[in-house]
T-cell receptor, first 114, second 116 residues
Framework: AQSVTQPDIHITVSEGASLELRCNYS??????LFWYVQSPGQGLQLLLKYFSGDTLVQGIKGFEAEFKRSQSSFNLRKPSVHWSDAAEYFC????????????FGAGTILRVKS | ETGVTQSPTHLIKTRGQQVTLRCSSQSGHNTVSWYQQALGQGPQFIFQYYREEENGRGNFPPRFSGLQFPNYSSELNVNALELDDSALYLCASSSGGTGFSGNTIYFGEGSWLTVV
């Protein structure tokens, strides 16, 4: 069965500092990987996705993620964090079994201090 | 703005009661799914509907059921509510069909259910 681990429950960074959120997945074949962001009172918004090809993917809002098969990781990065990035971030994996079935990690809450 | 709208946004029910949550998919999206997000956890897949039929279910009991209508809108019904059913229920839609297509899955803002 697929699973996703986000080791960090909370992360606090200073505005303007770089950010890396960790994600490890468990799945036998090549997975489809996603990062979503959830702000209070809002639904999940897709930041980026990886299906195949270039292992460094670019997303919206200046985010990028790198797929590392050897480490079963798909970490999210941003070079300079803005206060508006404070939110909860979810990594997710799909096996492709069902169109809309994603397995999510428990999430990482990002706090940005000024 | 994802184009996926859910109602109601908040509701409180008593243990043992039944609840119906509603979702209007983004225009043209034929696949809808429901997720349960308990406090402090990631969303968990409940089930998926395509062409008005359930074609995938997560680890949820039969008292969780759903419907999809010809206009692709959807309902989630939960019978015999338990305290642990208190959660945010998210609806997601895409144009992918039964299998994975790579099309973006759009989520609504959710319905907060509190069971007392």
């Amino acid at each position: 069965a697929q699973s996703v681990t986000q080791p960090d429950i909370h992360i606090t960074v200073s505005e303007g500092a770089s950010l890396e959120l960790r994600c490890n997945y468990s799945y036998g074949a090549t997975p489809y990987l996603f990062w979503y962001v959830q702000s209070p009172g809002q639904g999940l918004q897709l930041l980026l996705k990886y299906f195949s090809g270039d292992t460094l993917v670019q997303g919206i809002k200046g985010f990028e993620a790198e797929f590392k098969r050897s480490q079963s990781s798909f970490n999210l990065r941003k070079p300079s964090v803005h206060w508006s990035d404070a939110a909860e971030y979810f990594c997710a994996v799909s096996s492709g079994e069902y169109g809309n079935k994603l397995v999510f990690g428990a999430g990482t809450i990002l706090r940005v201090k000024s | 703005e994802t184009g996926v709208t859910q109602s109601p946004t908040h509701l409180i029910k008593t243990r043992g009661q039944q609840v119906t949550l509603r979702c209007s998919s983004q225009s043209g999206h034929n696949t809808v799914s429901w997720y349960q997000q308990a406090l402090g956890q990631g969303p968990q897949f409940i089930f998926q509907y395509y062409r008005e039929e359930e074609n995938g279910r997560g680890n949820f009991p039969p008292r969780f059921s759903g419907l999809q209508f010809p206009n692709y809108s959807s309902e989630l019904n939960v019978n015999a509510l338990e305290l642990d059913d208190s959660a945010l229920y998210l609806c997601a839609s895409s144009s992918g069909g039964t299998g994975f297509s790579g099309n973006t899955i759009y989520f609504g803002e959710g319905s907060w259910l509190t069971v007392v």
